[in-house]
T-cell receptor
Framework: DTEVTQTPKHLVMGMTNKKSLKCEQH?????MYWYKQKAKKPPELMFV???????INESVPSRFSPECPNSSLLNLHLHALQPEDSALYLC?????????????????FGPGTRLTVL | LAKTTQPISMDSYEGQEVNITCSHN???????ITWYQQFPSQGPRFIIQ???TKVTNEVASLFIPADRKSSTLSLPRVSLSDTAVYYC??????????????FGGGTRVLVKP
């Protein structure tokens, strides 16, 4: 199973709403990632979790709050978003095995959640 | 992090070979070169990864010269379904900290009948 799943596929929310995006993988990967992608632009890294600990936060506004409840799940909690936050939100995972010296750590991406903020 | 530069777009025809060259002049010693393919409204899909010389798999080949300052993705005999954006990335895994990759602008490949 080399699949990363994301729910929901589409989400429309108002600026005062609170919502969550979910990501799941069962490949035994220990690193999970959130990316944001605007139309016709490359994905931009937001957060990286490694062994369920936040290892990278790319100066993302606090209205985005990541959570990694266990090694298979990654959530992104959304609150008080702005219309400019509308984008495709991608989740990815990678093995992140510190013993695999000399091997690049391939990231596997989910299909994304298309978020629209009204 | 090493910055990558790719052509913005390329056109090709079915059955032809497509070669996309990526420049990464500041590549670090431990960086790997990875290529992803992305269709509209889908997540990027891993194509191939290499460190030096040549790597080949069932879908593509990756050529990396000795100085590693560039790399070329080669897609043999493309079909209409290969129309997508192709991203070249360089980066290295950081032990127990994930793998920070930076996507460049990507190359939009249009395969025509």
């Amino acid at each position: 199973d080399t699949e990363v799943t994301q729910t929901p596929k589409h989400l429309v929310m108002g600026m005062t709403n609170k919502k969550s995006l979910k990501c799941e993988q069962h490949m035994g990967h220990r690193a999970m990632y959130w990316y944001k992608q605007k139309a016709k632009k490359p994905p931009e890294l937001m957060f990286v979790y490694s062994y369920e600990k936040l290892s990278i936060n790319e100066s993302v506004p606090s209205r985005f709050s990541p959570e990694c409840p266990n090694s298979s799940l990654l959530n992104l909690h959304l609150h008080a978003l702005q219309p400019e936050d509308s984008a495709l939100y991608l989740c990815a995972s990678s093995q992140d095995n510190p013993f695999l010296a000399g091997i690049g750590d391939t990231q596997y991406f989910g299909p994304g959640t298309r978020l629209t903020v009204l | 992090l090493a910055k990558t530069t790719q052509p913005i777009s390329m056109d090709s025809y079915e059955g032809q070979e497509v070669n996309i060259t990526c420049s990464h002049n500041n590549i670090a010693t431990n960086d790997y070169i990875t290529w992803y393919q992305q269709f509209p409204s889908q997540g990027p899909r891993f194509i191939i990864q290499g460190y030096k010389t040549k790597v080949t798999n069932e879908v593509a080949s990756l050529f990396i010269p000795a100085d590693r300052k560039s790399s070329t993705l080669s897609l043999p005999r493309v079909s209409l379904s290969d129309t997508a954006v192709y991203y070249c990335l360089v980066g290295k895994p950081i032990k127990a900290a994930g793998n920070k990759l930076t996507f460049g602008g990507g190359t939009r490949v249009l395969v025509k009948p």
